[in-house]
């Protein structure tokens, strides 16, 4: 799959340097938005009640709790065909103490793309897969008898492809990486980062001190080209660190489940920013994604990056702008019709959602980019009413 992902991201390498990327800090030549689609806010997937600890409600116009299972936004994605994907959620409502009704999925996601000249962009879910531990190899107490995991138990993030159809999926509680099959079955217990845990981590001793802040994880993995590797990024700095713009990328060894103790240091361009995802271009070049966490007239930080390992800026790996989400030409009309009181939509168009999450390097140079909707507690397309998850498509440049 490594192969694949490097023939498929070749073209936006060659057209990134067409692009004439500028430097960190420097105004991005305008992207441009090529697609849209939507999934619907409200859909919903068989399973269980779920949020019945988020109290009474209404949250933005969405009654509780919930008959059946929210599908919300997603934090991971990966293509499972033509306009076919792999999408992870991450772990429900926000909260360890609020998801143990959220069950834990893989969902495939059928997309219908609005483009310029018409039509209308469209989402739909296709079917999931449980994410489970019935051989017992996760050591922590689980919510479920049945041991199919919950927002209480894991918080999902990122994800990318391991051997034989298999995935790994980076989460936030230990941190750990965990590697599940194809069918969802947890096939080992959790790889920890030596030295690093989170304040949900389950084994944090009576009186030991987190090294990490609460949600800044695993939020960023990338499988390195040759396949045996993964380049896996917190979302956050380390607590003692003196610079709290850095953001450590370390090597993970997929083959013998172990961090390397090799690492890299990436620099946000604010301590309060997050990286948001990662992907592989070719070679030691990623895109990565850095945000913001806030949405609609507030949000003012979503951009994509190129990053490249093998070269330094200042001791830290060196990241030229690609695009920045919050302004992107829209000629064709791709994002409308609008309502009155929406937000970001027309030209320009602004992807002014709080958790842009998900990114993918496409065919000529495309990025597709998606959002965890938080459901259903952002609202920063319309105010007072819960987010829907949005695909787009962005070609990076002055198009």
């Keep these: 799959m490594v192969r694949a992902t490097l023939l498929a991201s070749a073209a936006i390498v060659l057209a990134l340097a067409g692009a004439s990327v500028t430097p960190a800090g420097a105004g991005a030549m305008q992207g441009v938005l090529e697609a849209r689609a939507i999934l619907p806010a409200n859909v919903s997937a068989p399973g269980p009640p779920s949020g019945g600890a988020l109290g009474a409600g209404p949250i933005n116009g969405v009654k509780l709790p919930f008959s059946r299972q929210p599908v919300q936004g997603f934090s991971g994605v990966l293509k499972d065909g033509a306009n076919r994907w792999l999408a992870l959620p991450d772990n429900g409502y926000g909260r360890k103490e609020n998801s143990s009704d959220w069950l834990q999925r893989i969902y495939r996601i059928a997309t219908?793309?609005?483009?310029?000249?018409?039509?209308?962009g469209k989402a739909r879910v296709l079917g999931y897969v449980d994410l489970k531990d019935p051989d017992h190899h996760f050591p922590f107490k689980m919510v479920r008898r049945d041991r199919r995991f919950t927002g209480a138990d894991i918080d999902p993030e990122s994800i990318l492809r391991g051997a034989r159809g298999t995935y790994w999926v980076g989460d936030e509680f230990g941190p750990w990486m965990l590697h599940f099959g194809r069918n969802g079955r947890l096939l080992a217990?959790?790889?920890?980062?030596?030295?690093?845990?989170?304040?949900?981590?389950?084994?944090?001793?009576?009186?030991?001190?987190?090294?990490?802040?609460?949600?800044?994880?695993?939020?960023?993995?990338?499988?390195?080209?040759?396949?045996?590797?993964?380049?896996?990024?917190?979302?956050?700095?380390?607590?003692?660190?003196?610079?709290?713009?850095?953001?450590?990328?370390?090597?993970?060894?997929?083959?013998?489940?172990?961090?390397?103790?090799?690492?890299?240091?990436?620099?946000?361009?604010?301590p309060d920013w997050l990286v948001a995802d990662a992907k592989l271009l070719g070679g030691r070049r990623l895109l990565v994604m850095e945000r913001d966490d806030f949405e609609g007239a507030q949000a003012n930080f979503k951009r994509v990056y190129h990053v490249d390992l093998a070269q330094q800026q200042g001791g830290f790996i060196s990241k030229k702008l690609v695009v920045d989400l919050l302004d992107l030409r829209d000629p064709g009309g791709v994002s409308l019709p609008s309502e009155p009181g929406d937000r970001g939509l027309g030209n320009p168009f602004s992807f002014c959602l709080r958790s842009v999450e998900s990114i993918l390097p496409l065919r000529r140079g495309r990025i597709l980019v998606v959002n965890d909707n938080n459901y259903p507690f952002d609202a920063g397309r319309h105010p007072g009413r819960a987010d829907g998850t949005e695909w787009i498509i962005v070609r990076p440049g002055s198009g």
């Design 112 to 120: 219908r793309f609005k483009r310029a000249g018409g039509g209308s």
């Design 189 to 270: 217990g959790p790889v920890s980062l030596p030295g690093v845990k989170s304040p949900q981590n389950p084994t944090l001793k009576p009186g030991e001190q987190p090294t990490l802040g609460r949600s800044k994880g695993f939020e960023a993995a990338a499988p390195a080209a040759d396949g045996k590797h993964a380049y896996v990024f917190l979302e956050g700095p380390l607590l003692a660190d003196r610079d709290q713009h850095r953001r450590y990328v370390y090597y993970l060894d997929l083959r013998h489940r172990r961090f390397t103790g090799r690492r890299w240091e990436y620099r946000a361009e604010n």
